[in-house]
């Protein structure tokens, strides 16, 4: 293999048997080779150094043969894809979709040349001689058509470009399904390199495993009209996929597959309301990344969310500033420690903490300042501390601004930016934000992570019915609704099940009277079928969540919607189509 010295230098650190990382600046050796395992390995070495914070130096180090070698070229764009992402930033989407373009075109040329009849009705893999190069680019060519999918959703917010994503999508599942084909094959592999196979495999079930687990989430309805055009989505064939993956040491996806498994398991089971996760899962997976990745924002960030999720919030806190403290160069990794502990201190009900963390999102990202905005508002009204006189200035300015800060993209509002609005817009009518703060970490799934703390559930409580004896005489039908709406919530957390129901029997009843939240409702009827599924109650559950999915056209509805199809799962139903 031929390698050749570069100027800028670090130490090689062996970690494990398999796997290589750059950590101490003291000499550097870049590989020029490229055979196929060698530029496989050089982007394993990358990977490590993306995760041990060294930004700078992946990128430079897959810049080298960018234009030459497949593996180097998607590395080299997966980095400016994760930068644009995160900075919004217009150039550097306008870079991502560049070196995106340039991608693509080195791996169709390692692409194997189709005949005219496997273009139109699809390749087989029975009976095909086919390089190994060949073999990896369409994997390549897969991860490629994604990333290209998500920059046209993010630099272009227009309907067509939406079109055209989503087609990007599918022909990329598609070839995911191709490259499994291949997998399957056994004359594919016939005197083949073991480690060639191995890491094709592992990228193969990778890619589907992550497709199958992200389509599982989706109502019935939608999944079978995806069936319809060839997809589609199984939880369980995905957790063994990217558990199967995960179990591959030395390939490039094992560590990968990890990630998407805590990611999982710590963000996406809670951001779409998709059941309980498995820490015990998470506990197993995460020492051996973290001994890979020590110093790492992103890993340091995993594990304070899963002590977050665990229930020990002072940890959590503790390692969120860690992930913080740990790097400067992509200062949107604070952006996500900052949302954390917001949410962290709010649990706790340190309102002014909360408010902070909104004050330095509002001023420092661009992802949704409406949000933001909001966010200072309502934690700035729920601190008691602040004379009210300030107080009251403070919150009328900030709520004047929420609805004028929202985004559009393709023509249409984002669901929780036109609820921020619509709540602001209220306050200015009514000068009421009762218990609007408990309310978010609600619809943030927060009580289904302090709400294992019964200490920290009877506080909420307390206060909760401190403030409703105070302000209860000026309070109208929607604050009485939200009131009872959320003392539910919490005695159910208490498992004191037949005064939660009251309490949602109480919002039920005066349905036809609320105004404003015409979301309690639906979501009262679903934590009624949360009580009656810990009752075991089964046939009553699914008569209730039916009953919640068919209210329309409400605040939030799609983030109830995934609440609704988790449940119905976790009983083995299907939700049913309308």
Known sequence: M???????????????????????????????????????????????????NKFELAEERMAELYDKSM????????????????????????????????SVEVIERFREKRTIKETIFGATAKGKKITDEELHAELCYA??????????????????????????????????????????????????????????????RMGLGTFSLMLSVLPSKVLRL??????????VAGMRDLQHVASMTGTLCSPLAKMVLLTWHLIASFVLGTGQPDLEVCKRIMPGLTHLWPRGAIMLFMKARLLLISGDIETAIHYFNMSIESQDTY????????????????????????????????????????????????????????????????????????????????????????????????FVATQSLLFAHYEFIYFWNGFDIFGKN????????????????????????DDYCLYYFLKGVSLRHLHLNAQAEECFKAVLERETSIKSFTYLPPNATYELAMLRISEQQFIEAQTLLDKARAYKSYSLENKLHFRIHSAMGTMGCRTPMM
């Open 331 to 426: 200062k949107q990794f604070h952006h996500g420690c900052y949302w954390e502990l917001l949410f962290a201190h709010g649990y706790q009900r340190r309102w002014s903490h909360a408010a902070n963390y909104a004050r330095l999102l509002m001023k420092e990202s661009k992802w949704s300042r409406c949000v933001y905005t909001y966010l200072l508002c309502i934690f700035f009204a729920a601190d008691e501390t602040v004379d009210e006189a300030r107080r009251n200035e403070t919150i009328n300015a900030l709520a004047g601004k929420v609805d004028g800060l929202r985004l559009r993209i393709a023509g249409k509002s984002i669901p929780v930016e036109k609820y921020c609005g619509r709540k602001a817009k209220r």
């Open 143 to 204: 991860q490629m058509l994604l990333i290209r999918a998500m920059l046209t959703f993010f630099h272009d917010d227009n309907f067509a470009s939406f079109i055209k994503g989503a087609l990007n999508i599918r022909t990329c599942y598609q070839t995911y399904r191709y490259c499994e084909k291949l997998m399957n094959e056994p004359s594919v592999w016939i005197g083949r390199n073991k480690k060639v196979q191995e890491q094709f495999e592992s990228g193969t």
């Open 2 to 52: 031929g390698e050749v010295e570069r100027p800028r230098s670090l130490s090689r650190i062996t970690v494990d048997s398999d796997t290589e990382y750059l950590d101490a600046y003291d000499h550097v050796t870049y590989s020029n080779s490229l055979e196929l395992l060698d530029t496989i390995a050089e982007t394993q070495i990358t990977l490590n150094l993306f995760m041990n």
């Open 71 to 102: 593996y180097h070229s998607m590395g080299y764009t997966c980095i400016l894809f994760i930068k644009a992402v995160m900075t919004v930033n217009k150039q550097d989407m306008e870079k991502a979709a560049e070196a995106c373009k340039m």
């Open 454 to 477: 019964p200490k920290m559930v009877r506080g909420v409580l307390e206060d909760m019915d401190r403030v409703w004896e105070l302000k209860k005489s000026t309070c109208d039908i």
């Open 226 to 235: 995806l069936e319809v055009v060839g997809f589609s989505g199984d939880k």
